[in-house]
């Protein structure tokens, strides 16, 4: 009896591993699409807000895309990877660049002119992996990440970035570098420019293209950020850029997330416990796949059914030992 109940348990046990090992789902995701490659280099980049020559040979990503709304700035970016940094030069079209509010800086600094750089350097579907660093038009830096980080102004943001801005003719430009540790891997990026306008001060935005969204992407919508890699395949040197054609990444496409135009997304940038709703867009972003969830529930009920069975077994030896001892009590 002893025997048949352990091996029914191990059975049920057995069934329930195996089903959540295959619950596992992917985080590698390709969904937003390639925006190619980072040339390496080795060419120092000064950090001042004035374009370095050596970003004629960079990757130039535009950042002019929003589905819903009309977007008035718009910009590009241009990326560098050295030594383990990534070199980015942010220029910005911006025909109404207003003075940064103090308040606003120190409380809410999306609501700012800026350009925001989102990174996800697992390239991952975590939400919580993500750094958001930000430069305003005069240059106040901030970092925050829905981990808990929350770096504003120089003192608390130097620690993460370097950074730098001016503005021009055209608008402002801002200048990163952020650390990223993934030399030759992808990672998930978003980017972002913040356009107050009009007497209300009023906000709009742009990010960049997703082709899972077949437009632009929410601000913390990871599922469908685009990734790029850091210098798999392309140098910079002062002589020109050099593209190693065959080690060019594979793309492999996976799940398809299901694009969520609203995702709870008021304004589209707020930095997470400032906007509930965008909170909730982006929770979505981080949980487990309904396939998932699905397989673990059906592993919790084999074990819940394996336990029933050993009920009912235990049950019915318990009945048969009492009625043996009755007969026994009346044969005596
Ligand atoms: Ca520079
Ligand atoms: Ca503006």
Redesign the pocket.
């Known amino acids: 009896m002893k025997k048949l109940i352990r091996n029914v348990l191990t059975a049920a046990v057995v069934m329930a591993l195996l089903t959540c090992a295959f619950a596992v789902p992917s985080f590698a995701h390709k969904d937003g699409g390639c925006l190619g490659d980072v040339p390496r280099t080795d060419v120092a980049?000064?950090?001042?807000?004035?374009?370095?020559k050596i970003y004629d040979y960079g990757l130039t990503v535009d950042v002019k895309e929003e589905k819903d709304r009309p977007v008035l700035a718009t910009g590009t970016v241009t990326l560098l990877y050295s030594g383990g940094v990534i070199y980015a030069?942010a220029e910005v079209t911006d025909s109404d660049v207003q003075t940064p509010k103090s308040d606003a800086r120190s409380e809410s600094p999306w609501l700012t002119d800026s350009f925001e750089i989102f990174i996800n350097l697992p390239n991952n579907s975590n939400v919580n992996d993500v750094m958001q660093y930000r430069i305003d038009c005069d240059g106040y830096p901030t970092v925050y990440n829905k981990a808990g980080l929350r770096a504003y102004g120089e003192k608390a943001a130097s620690e993460y970035f370097r950074y730098?801005a001016k503005r021009t003719s055209y608008g402002y430009c801002a200048?990163f570098a952020i650390p990223a540790d993934a030399p030759g891997q992808e990672i998930g990026v978003n980017f972002q420019i913040n356009d107050i306008h009009g007497e209300e001060g009023e906000l709009t935005w742009a990010v960049v293209y997703s082709v899972a969204m077949d437009g632009g992407t929410d601000s913390w919508y990871v599922n469908v950020y685009p990734y790029l890699s850091l210098g798999a395949y392309s140098s910079a040197s002062e002589s020109g850029l050099t593209v190693e054609a065959t080690q060019v990444p594979t793309e492999v496409p996976v799940e398809t997330p299901e694009p969520d135009g609203e995702n709870g997304n008021g304004n589209g940038n707020s930095d997470g416990g400032n906007n509930g709703g965008e909170q909730s867009g982006n929770d979505k972003a981080g949980q487990l796949s309904a396939g998932a969830i699905a397989a673990i529930c059906a592993g919790a009920a084999a074990l819940i059914a394996a336990c029933v069975i050993v009920c009912i077994v235990v049950k019915k030896k318990k009945a048969q030992v009492n009625e043996n001892s009755q007969v026994r009590e009346k044969e005596e």
Do not use: H, K, N, Y
């Open positions: 980049v000064e950090i001042d807000a004035e374009r370095d030069f730098a200048e």
